[in-house]
């Protein structure tokens, strides 16, 4: 006798997340120090949310956030708007559901994660107070919360009235890692976390706003390039700008100081004025540094003819802006302390920081030997922030690059040359067609995009290179 068997009825299968498991691995990847910027930039965002009619050079004037830390908690809080009751979906929600309100103008924020996993990487107990006009409300964190399954959290009433509209993030339970970074390490921990606010937000504290880091006010350290304004021997930093896809860019290199002698460079005393930690590229998006003082192959050094970063280029400094309404646009990574150099943005835009760079590593090596004299060239020069550059430029001649993806104006200076040098100088000119032009740059560069003069000066140096 056969016995029949019985039938199994295949229904769901659960493949909810868990939550614990998601907020750990959340956290995996992210330094702690980013984490911090992560909070700080939605203070930032709060104040673009509140306040549309932001304007001046200083616009960010009177807006603060205060960071506060120990062994035991970890608080940061801000007068920047607060959280409307509206938001709160979006702000608490993990990740940005389609139906989510419009992004704030001048955010970074993409993925929706940033206050959570900030959270959630230093410790297990927290309470968020926040205030938005009549709004004020009270959303509180737990283990529990973090072991059950329910994906709500609790929400109450603010019964105190605060002064002015923001928000307070306050942190305990930490973990031991963390509570390791706040009390033992602390004074390291506050070192590193000071010099990244420092650098990543020298632009926007630079513009007013204050960032205090337990009483401490932090001073910016926002690049500066050296322009003259006199029309012989001028030293003047090379300007692109352009507009792609809804992202307004503007690109300037130049000098941050006269060219030191190799006897400053290996002086003690001059060693702090002559730091190759100033050198290199400053990348910003909608205000914030995702890339500061960067010398590698990312931001074009050793590169289609650039040489590779030296001691001898101490002197050499670059910005790029990005800034668009809509934050996905920009070329940045998840952690927004990084850029996506995959980005088609970025990859056309580092063609013009490679031509823009090798005006001032030519120079460099054109003058080497007499970096004394280069002095005179700078002595009636003036250090200029970003925005002061960009202020320049609007009263410069800027030519039309329309061979360059994206097109654009730049402005390429005149940089003087050794009187030796500049005798025995001759100038090549010469027409080519556009698509013998590009296949050359194809070749040359694996990039056909590339400027004209560079693909005709490249040609010369390798038949010169044969010669010899």
Not at 97 to 119: F, H, N, Q, T, W
Not at 428 to 443: A, C, G, M, Q, W
Request: hydrophobic share 35%.
């Amino acid at each position: 006798m056969t016995t029949k068997a019985k039938q199994v009825i295949y229904e769901l299968v659960d493949a909810s997340p868990v939550k614990s498991f998601f907020v750990t691995m959340l956290t995996r990847d992210i330094k702690l120090e980013d984490a911090i910027l992560d909070l700080l930039d939605n203070c930032v965002d709060g104040i673009l949310r509140s306040h549309k009619n932001l304007k001046g050079l200083k616009p960010y004037d009177g807006f603060y956030a205060e960071i506060k830390f120990n062994k035991s908690s970890f608080s940061i809080s801000d007068n920047c708007g607060g959280i409307p009751w509206s938001l709160k979906d979006y702000a608490f929600r993990m990740g940005r559901s389609e139906d989510r309100p419009k992004d704030v103008i001048g955010s970074v924020g993409v993925y929706g994660i940033g206050m959570k996993r900030a959270i959630f990487k230093i410790g297990k107990d927290c309470l968020i107070s926040t205030q938005n006009k009549i709004d004020r409300y009270e959303v509180e964190i737990t283990p529990e919360w973090i072991d059950n399954d329910s994906w709500e959290i609790p929400v109450k009433a603010m019964k105190k009235q605060q002064y002015e509209d923001g928000t307070t993030i306050y942190i305990t339970n930490l973990y031991p890692g963390i509570k390791a970074q706040f009390g033992t390490d602390a004074e390291l921990f506050f070192s590193e976390l000071e010099r990244m606010v420092a650098k990543h937000y020298a632009f926007i504290i630079d513009k007013g706003f204050e960032v205090r880091i337990n009483g401490y006010s932090v001073k910016p350290l926002p690049t500066k390039l050296m322009f003259t304004r006199t029309s012989k021997n001028s030293i003047q930093p090379f300007i692109f700008e352009a507009k792609w896809d809804n992202v307004e860019v503007f690109v300037t290199v130049g000098f941050t100081q006269p060219i030191p002698t190799s006897d400053e460079i290996s002086d003690e005393q001059t060693e702090k004025r002559y730091s190759s930690i100033d050198a290199g590229w400053t990348v910003i998006c909608n205000d914030r540094a995702v890339l500061y003082c960067d010398r590698t192959e990312l931001t074009g050094w050793g590169e289609a003819g650039v040489p590779r970063y030296h001691t001898q280029f101490i002197a050499i400094s670059g910005m790029v802006e990005f800034k668009s309404p809509d934050a996905s646009k920009l070329p940045t990574t998840t952690t927004k302390r990084g850029i996506d150099a995959s980005s088609q943005l970025y990859l056309q835009i580092k063609n013009k920081m490679r031509e823009g760079m090798l005006l001032f590593t030519n120079y460099t090596n054109k003058w080497k030997g007499q970096a004394e004299e280069t002095k005179k060239h700078m002595a009636n020069g003036k250090a200029l922030s970003l925005s002061e550059i960009k202020n320049e430029a609007k009263s410069l001649t800027l030519s039309q690059t329309k061979r360059t993806i994206p097109s654009g104006r730049q402005y390429k200076p005149s940089l003087p040359l050794p009187k030796t040098i500049e005798a025995r100088q001759r100038r090549i000119t010469f027409l080519k067609s556009l698509d013998e032009v590009r296949l050359v740059s194809e070749y040359l560069f694996e990039d056909k995009n590339i400027d004209a003069s560079r693909v005709g000066e490249e040609c010369f140096n390798i038949a010169l290179k044969e010669a010899k």
